[in-house]
């Protein structure tokens, strides 16, 4: 084997090996490639999340709003209670004071 063989020896198999790569290369393009359809889909995809994380959002919102305003009714309703027990207390003490004051009147 001469000079000018080897050198086309190695011309073809480096060309060869180019020809290979490029077709690789064409293959895992040709497979890998976004189509319109999947980036509708995923546009479509965003979408819903966005709006699921509003609506989240929306939701954390009203039961913070919600739970404030029990906790306001709730501290509201136990003061009352706690002046319905003060008065009815008052009233009970009263009430034995003036049967002590009949009792005396009548013995």
């Given at each position: 084997?001469?000079?000018?063989?080897?050198?086309?020896?190695?011309?073809?198999?480096?060309?060869?090996?180019?020809?290979?790569?490029?077709?690789?290369?064409?293959?895992?393009?040709?497979?890998?490639?976004?189509?319109?359809?999947?980036?509708?889909e995923l546009e479509d995809m965003a979408k819903s999340l966005h709006d699921a994380e509003e609506q989240r959002d929306e939701a954390i919102t009203y039961l913070?709003?919600?739970e404030q305003e029990l906790s306001t009714q709730l501290q509201q309703t136990d003061a009352e209670?706690?002046?319905?027990?003060d008065g009815l207390r008052e009233a009970r003490q009263e009430a034995?004071?003036?049967?002590?004051?009949?009792?005396s009147l009548n013995a």
């Open positions: 084997m001469n000079r000018i063989e080897f050198v086309v020896a190695i011309a073809v198999i480096l060309f060869l090996a180019f020809a290979l790569g490029w077709f690789a290369s064409w293959l895992v393009n040709r497979f890998s490639r976004v189509t319109h359809s999947d980036m509708a913070q709003y919600r209670l706690q002046a319905a027990m034995a004071e003036l049967r002590g004051y009949i009792e």
